[in-house]
C-alpha cells in the first residue's frame, strides 16, 4: 500500500499488487497493477461530481476545488503525491523482481492499470513516470501501446468520429466529456542482458454493452475508461 496519497485518494488504499504467474514448468509472467492518485481540480472548480453522497461530501470536507491547501494547489498536491507513488512502484518492482536479475529467457515482467498520468497533455509529468520506472534499472522499460501503434491511444473520455460527442456519457462525470486522456497503460520490464518472452501487440479494448437490453442496466460500456490487451510470447 501506498505512503504517498493526497485528498480523498488518502482513505482509497492505493497500492501496487503483484502475481507471479507460471505459464510453463520453465516460463513466468510477473505481473504488477495499480491505480494510482488521481489529479482533483483539472476544471478549476474541483473534482466532478460522482454521485455518490459519502465520497462527494468527503472532497468538501478535504477541501477539494479551486482553493489551496498550505500554499500547495489541489493540482500541485495531487501531481506529487502520485510522483510519490511512482517511486514507491519503483522500489517495489525492484525488490520482487532482483532489480531485473530475476528476468532471464524464460521471464516477462509487465506493469498494468490506471495510472493516472495523462502521455496525451502531460508530455513532461509522462516522461517523469517514465523515468522514475526505468532510469537506472537493469532493464528496459517499454510502453507496449507506444511501441504497437506508434501513439498514445485515447482511454478516457474518448468522443464519437464526425460529431465530437462524449462516446460514454452514463459513468464518465460531465467535466470529463471530450478530454481525450491517455491514463491507462501496459509498460513491459525486459532484461538489458537476456533475451526473454515478449510483451506485445498492445490493443485499446473499449468493452461496449447493450445493457438497457442484454443486462438490464443503463451503461454502454464497462468502465469510463477503455481496456488494454498486450500479447506475450516466446521471442
Given at each position: 500500500?501506498?505512503k504517498?496519497?493526497?485528498l ?6 492505493k497500492q501496487?499488487?503483484y502475481?507471479?504467474?507460471r505459464?510453463s ?20 472548480n ?5 454521485g ?6 468527503g472532497?468538501e470536507?478535504?477541501?477539494?476545488g479551486?482553493?489551496?491547501v498550505?500554499?500547495?494547489s489541489?493540482?500541485?498536491l495531487?501531481d ?7 517511486r ?16 532471464g ?9 490506471d495510472?493516472n498520468?495523462?502521455?496525451l ?17 537493469q532493464y528496459?522499460?517499454?510502453?507496449v501501446m507506444l511501441?504497437s501503434?506508434?501513439k498514445?491511444?485515447v482511454?478516457?473520455g474518448?468522443?464519437?468520429a ?7 456519457v452514463t459513468l464518465?462525470a460531465?467535466s470529463?466529456?471530450g ?8 509498460f ?12 506485445h501487440?498492445?490493443e ?6 447493450d ?16 481496456g ?8
Amino acid at each position: 500500500m501506498f505512503k504517498h496519497g493526497a485528498l480523498v485518494d488518502k482513505f482509497a488504499a492505493k497500492q501496487i499488487l503483484y502475481a507471479g504467474i507460471r505459464v510453463s514448468p520453465t516460463k513466468k509472467v510477473h505481473v504488477f497493477t495499480s491505480h494510482t492518485q488521481a489529479t482533483y481540480a483539472h476544471h478549476g472548480n474541483g473534482a466532478p461530481s460522482s454521485g455518490n453522497i459519502f465520497y462527494d461530501f468527503g472532497q468538501e470536507v478535504l477541501g477539494i476545488g479551486s482553493k489551496a491547501v498550505g500554499g500547495t494547489s489541489i493540482v500541485e498536491l495531487c501531481d506529487s503525491a502520485r510522483l510519490g507513488q511512482f517511486r514507491e512502484m519503483r522500489s517495489f518492482i525492484d525488490r520482487i523482481l532482483d532489480h531485473g536479475n530475476v528476468l532471464g529467457p524464460n521471464d516477462a515482467a509487465m506493469l498494468v492499470g490506471d495510472l493516472n498520468t495523462d502521455a496525451l497533455n502531460s508530455t513532461e509529468e509522462y516522461n517523469d513516470m517514465v523515468s522514475i520506472l526505468g532510469a537506472g534499472a537493469q532493464y528496459t522499460v517499454s510502453n507496449v501501446m507506444l511501441d504497437s501503434t506508434g501513439k498514445h491511444p485515447v482511454t478516457f473520455g474518448d468522443v464519437c468520429a464526425g460529431t465530437g460527442a462524449p462516446r460514454e456519457v452514463t459513468l464518465t462525470a460531465k467535466s470529463d466529456f471530450g478530454v481525450r486522456m491517455c491514463l491507462d497503460y501496459v509498460f513491459s520490464f525486459s532484461s538489458k542482458q537476456k533475451e526473454g518472452l515478449k510483451v506485445h501487440s498492445g490493443e485499446v479494448q473499449p468493452f461496449f454493452v447493450d445493457g438497457k437490453k442484454k443486462m438490464n442496466i443503463p451503461v454502454t460500456q464497462l468502465s469510463d475508461h477503455y481496456g488494454l490487451s498486450a500479447v506475450v510470447s516466446c521471442r
